[in-house]
């Protein structure tokens, strides 16, 4: 592919103090140094989504859904909470539709032993019903805390490099592949 790939890296926690600052950062960085792709950042935490769909919600929302109709592919950075994902994660995917649909999406987890793995099982569920393509391989980090400093370098890489190469090649080869579907025939024309 001649072109860039525009690619929305979206935060998934909200919270005061979050980890998910430094683990962005870390996959921004890898992105940017790729150079097959163009990054827009989304942050529920900049949002100002109510949860309670108020009118306050509209700019917000329209904001959201610009930005997600643009991206042709998604990288998901998500933390587990309680075996699962963020509800700050869970109000922006609800918040748009068709604007998923037939792209591809790319999970970066982090947590406690699992790495954020749960979280990324329960999420898989959730784009096949937006009609959404998941990648199969993510890259996950377990026991985050220790691993990534304040800027967001990792202390011990490890196979986070070639896990995120991997991941990459794949989302570069979907976005592709859909964008040329949806070329052909936007899926919204087919979808129920």
């Given at each position: 592919m001649s072109e860039q790939i525009r690619i929305a890296v979206i935060y998934?926690?909200?919270?005061e103090g979050r980890l998910c600052d430094r683990v962005v950062s870390w996959v921004s960085s890898q992105l940017w140094d790729d150079g097959r792709f163009a990054v827009h950042l989304i942050d529920p935490a900049e949002l100002g989504l109510s949860g309670r769909h108020e009118e306050s919600d509209g700019d917000a929302v329209a904001a959201l859904r610009q930005h997600m109709a643009e991206a042709e592919a998604f990288i998901i950075v998500?933390?587990?909470?309680?075996?699962s994902y963020p509800a700050a994660l869970k109000l922006l995917i609800d918040s748009v539709g068709r604007e998923w649909q037939s792209k591809p999406v790319g999970f970066v987890s982090y947590g406690g032993i699992s790495g954020g793995?749960?979280?990324?099982?329960h999420l898989r569920a959730v784009f096949a019903e937006l009609h959404a393509v998941t990648m199969r391989d993510t890259v996950s980090f377990a026991n985050a805390w220790e691993r990534f400093d304040e800027e967001g370098r990792l202390h011990e890489p490890g196979n986070a490099p070639q896990a995120v190469k991997r991941l990459l090649s794949h989302l570069e080869w979907w976005a592709g592949a859909l964008r040329n579907a949806r070329n052909a025939l936007p899926y919204h024309k087919?979808?129920?």
């Amino acid at each position: 592919m001649s072109e860039q790939i525009r690619i929305a890296v979206i935060y998934g926690s909200a919270r005061e103090g979050r980890l998910c600052d430094r683990v962005v950062s870390w996959v921004s960085s890898q992105l940017w140094d790729d150079g097959r792709f163009a990054v827009h950042l989304i942050d529920p935490a900049e949002l100002g989504l109510s949860g309670r769909h108020e009118e306050s919600d509209g700019d917000a929302v329209a904001a959201l859904r610009q930005h997600m109709a643009e991206a042709e592919a998604f990288i998901i950075v998500t933390p587990e909470y309680n075996h699962s994902y963020p509800a700050a994660l869970k109000l922006l995917i609800d918040s748009v539709g068709r604007e998923w649909q037939s792209k591809p999406v790319g999970f970066v987890s982090y947590g406690g032993i699992s790495g954020g793995l749960r979280a990324v099982e329960h999420l898989r569920a959730v784009f096949a019903e937006l009609h959404a393509v998941t990648m199969r391989d993510t890259v996950s980090f377990a026991n985050a805390w220790e691993r990534f400093d304040e800027e967001g370098r990792l202390h011990e890489p490890g196979n986070a490099p070639q896990a995120v190469k991997r991941l990459l090649s794949h989302l570069e080869w979907w976005a592709g592949a859909l964008r040329n579907a949806r070329n052909a025939l936007p899926y919204h024309k087919i979808a129920i």
